[in-house]
Nanobody, 114 residues
Framework: VQLQASGGGFVQAGGSLKLSCASS????????VGWFRQVPGKEREFVGAITWRGMNTYYADSLMGRFTISRDSKSSLTLQMNSLKPEDTAVYYC?????????WGQGTLVTVSS
């Protein structure tokens, strides 16, 4: 499964960005997928996840209410980020779980200025 993340960029605090994660895998909609983020020197942390077919969503407690995960189609995942803060600056990765296999996208950088 190949995942292609996009949509990162530079935004001022309080602004919004929408990240996308696309897959060419026809069965992508049947996988639970999610977003993680990582700051240099720190561990990768959970942002949010969505189950197959979008039945349920889960978020890191600190991000709930500002970030929204959704499936735009059978082959894409989005992360809508609102009210961004400088501490949201990180490389964001999408992740898919297919059985016992885990797949990561290449990451997209989000920079939030104060």
């Amino acid at each position: 499964v190949q995942l292609q993340a996009s949509g990162g960029g530079f935004v001022q605090a309080g602004g919004s960005l929408k990240l996308s994660c696309a897959s060419s895998e026809r069965t992508f909609s049947s996988y639970p997928v999610g977003w993680f983020r990582q700051v240099p020197g720190k561990e990768r942390e959970f942002v949010g996840a969505i189950t197959w077919r979008g039945m349920n969503t889960y978020y890191a407690d600190s991000l709930m209410g500002r970030f929204t995960i959704s499936r735009d189609s059978k082959s894409s995942l989005t992360l809508q980020m609102n009210s961004l803060k400088p501490e949201d600056t990180a490389v964001y990765y999408c992740k898919a779980v297919a059985g016992t296999n885990i797949y990561w996208g290449q990451g997209t950088l989000v920079t939030v200025s104060s």
